[in-house]
């Protein structure tokens, strides 16, 4: 194996895990392990001759998520499903993916 081959496969898990928690709407990455990840994928980029640029995503009002998804988490206590569907479309319509769990816990996530 090449250097190159095993530094692809040490960093993979990493990335791996990431997407995985994304995608469970996981929120407890933090700064640092982000901030890792992403000196990983540009050493990584570098490696195959690829300029990473980077991305500006516009700001997230967490208030104003969170606030949503107390209404309906109300809403859906209360059978309003119809209410419950327009919360998660809004939340759609602004970039929002939203994860129910069997646990009865929402997170979300950019979509």
């Known amino acids: 194996m090449s250097y190159v081959e095993s530094s692809v496969a040490f960093k993979q898990p990493t990335v791996l895990e990431f997407n995985q928690r994304c995608h469970q709407g996981s929120q407890e990455l933090e700064d640092v392990h982000l901030r890792a990840l992403s000196q990983t994928l540009r050493q990584l980029a570098g490696v195959f001759g690829l300029e990473v640029q980077a991305e500006t995503l516009p700001e997230i009002n967490v208030n104003w ?11 859906r206590q209360e059978k309003r499903y119809a209410e419950s569907d327009r919360i998660r479309n809004q939340l759609q319509g602004a970039g929002i993916a939203l994860i129910d769990r069997p646990d009865g816990q929402t997170r979300w996530h950019r979509s």
């Open 65 to 75: 998520i969170e606030s949503l998804l107390q209404q309906r988490h109300q809403a």
